[in-house]
């Protein structure tokens, strides 16, 4: 089965960019790689999805590594606000989304 | 602005007193989502309508049943709640289930079972 893997957490300098690692080592070459972040007793919302290129949005970008077995989710610039649960997800061709544990993205100010 | 909405946002219940907890959406999304996430843990995926189409996950325990009356709202019912079924319970939507579609959820329901 596809299987995504993250680190439990992580801690980040106000301002400076993060870089959220994920192995995504058994997706098919047609599943796409998401990245949601969950706020404390919120719902999960949407940062991010690419398939083979890298990809930028006024949130963040998302580079994919060329073999696709890994990506990186890359804040620029990190704030308080930016403090979450952030999940890497495959979502495959059979309509399912392999969610990762999560990576629990501390700030300090 | 074009959301889902989930209520209660908070549930209390007692052991094996039936709870419905409801999503509805402004998006006009095909597919709804219903998903249990325990504390520290990735949402599961207990169930999806795509339009009037029922999707069961296989390891979804029967206690847990859905309707979806209209394409607005969704319904999420627990027929006999057990302690282990204390959870946030989300729901999301998305335009269709091809891979690169997004989710928007909502802000969950946290049910609790005493």
């Known amino acids: 089965d596809a299987k995504t893997t993250q680190p439990n957490s992580m801690e980040s300098n106000e301002e400076e960019p993060v870089h959220l690692p994920c192995n995504h080592s058994t997706i098919s070459g047609t599943d796409y790689i998401h990245w949601y972040r969950q706020l404390p007793s919120q719902g999960p919302e949407y940062v991010i999805h690419g398939l083979t290129s890298n990809v930028n949005n006024r949130m963040a970008s998302l580079a994919i590594a060329e073999d696709r077995k890994s990506s990186t989710l890359i804040l620029h610039r990190a704030t308080l606000r930016d403090a979450a649960v952030y999940y890497c997800?495959?979502?495959?061709?059979?309509?399912?989304?392999?969610w990762g544990a999560g990576t629990k993205l501390i700030i300090k100010p | 602005d074009a959301m889902v909405i989930q209520n209660p946002r908070y549930q209390v219940t007692q052991f094996g007193k039936p709870v419905t907890l409801s999503c509805s959406q402004t998006l006009n999304h095909n597919v709804m989502y219903w998903y249990q996430q325990k504390s520290s843990q990735a949402p599961k995926l207990l169930f999806h309508y795509y339009d009037k189409d029922f999707n069961n996950e296989a390891d979804t325990p029967d206690n847990f049943q859905s309707r979806r009356p209209n394409t607005s709202f969704c319904f999420l019912d627990i027929r006999s709640p057990g302690l282990g079924d204390a959870a946030m319970y989300l729901c999301?939507?998305?335009?269709?289930?091809?891979?690169?579609?997004?989710?928007?959820f909502g802000a969950g329901s946290r049910l609790t079972v005493l």
């Open positions: 997800i495959g979502a495959d061709s059979n309509y399912q989304l392999i």
């Open positions: 999301a939507t998305s335009w269709t289930r091809a891979g690169a579609n997004v989710l928007t």
